[in-house]
């Protein structure tokens, strides 16, 4: 009989769960909705129904799971195996992955989806290439994870690296929608705070682009809109993009002089402006760091949004290795 990893993302829309061999190779994954008012117990059926599903489409009756991971939004307790505070759920203080690996027989482990994304972005995406990596991921917020010597990094109480709200702005204008403290990092440079900003701006440019752009799109902005104006030039846009990469590249600067680490990898929805972003990011770090030898490149995340299911199997594994 063959024996399994299970790897669960649980975010505030979506829940991803994939299933890997002993061997860690995709024997299939899926997606459910969260549906977060239905509560914990309800919610824990729907993924334990989802991943019974997998073992059936693939004729396994009687599986044996070994361990299970999951990764969640907020502060984790790993140690005591027990959520602290989570975003957009109140499942606080306990294991919310307890009764699937009660329903499995299997152990249950949990870890925060900042750290979960960027280990399967190190196992899977670079497979171990490097082994110092740092991922940030620009969507409605700034999560971020690090890997040190191939190693989560973690802090003393699983709270380091809040890279997402370093401040990199004394006095910001813009408070913090998470921690409210002036000037993060995630105030500056998340999706929202673009979105934000350009809404602010755009009566100030009656001409640009970026108005048709919202008019062709039945009225609802989208921060790809930003890229697709600076490509044409459109001064609003432009501006958008500019202040963005201005404190993403004060940012990046300082995971680079804290961490030193062999590459950097840029996720969320932002990161599809590709080019747009990456290229003027790589030359404004150049003047903000110590010392030439600090820099590495900064690149696209490579499994992106499915980073976090990769790398809780991963976890898992870890877990009872
Ligand atoms: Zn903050």
Not at 141 to 157: N, P
Request: proline letters at 4%; hydrophobic letters at 40%.
């Amino acid at each position: 009989m063959s024996a399994f990893f299970v790897g669960i993302d649980v975010g505030g829309t979506n829940i991803k769960i994939m299933v890997m061999t002993s061997d860690l190779d995709v024997l299939d994954w899926c997606v459910v909705p969260t549906q977060k008012d239905l509560g914990y117990e309800k919610i824990s059926d729907n993924i334990i129904h989802a991943i019974e599903k997998i073992f059936i489409n693939h004729g396994l009756n009687d599986p044996e799971v070994k361990s299970i991971g999951m990764g969640l939004p907020g502060i984790v307790d790993k140690h005591a195996n027990k959520t602290v505070h989570l975003a957009y759920m109140a499942w606080n203080g306990f294991n919310p992955c307890k009764k699937i690996g009660a329903h499995f027989n299997a152990p249950s482990f949990i870890d925060n989806d900042g750290s979960l994304n960027a280990f399967g972005e190190y196992k899977f995406g670079v497979h171990e290439k490097f082994s110092n990596i740092v991922l940030l991921t620009l969507g409605t917020g700034v999560g971020c994870g690090v890997v040190i010597e191939g190693k989560i990094f973690r802090g003393s109480r699983n709270l380091g690296a809040e890279l997402g709200h370093m401040q990199v702005e004394v006095e910001g204008a813009e408070n913090c929608v998470h921690c409210g403290h002036p000037g993060c990092l995630e105030a500056y440079c998340s999706g929202l705070a673009m979105e934000k900003f350009a809404l602010r701006q755009m009566p100030n440019f009656p001409t640009s682009i970026l108005h048709q752009f919202i008019e062709q799109n039945r009225g609802v902005y989208d921060n790809a809109m930003i890229t697709k104006g600076v490509q044409v030039g459109d001064d609003l846009c432009c501006q958008v993009m500019a202040r963005f990469i201005k404190y993403l590249s004060v940012g990046v600067a300082n995971v680079m002089k804290l961490f030193n680490p062999e590459l950097i990898l840029i996720g969320g929805g932002i990161s599809n402006a590709g080019d747009v972003l990456l290229k003027p990011l790589a030359e404004s770090i150049q003047d903000l760091v110590l010392h030439e030898r600090q820099l590495c490149p900064v690149e696209k995340a490579i499994l992106g949004p499915h980073a976090g299911m990769y790398g809780a199997c991963a976890f898992a594994a870890d877990s009872i290795a």
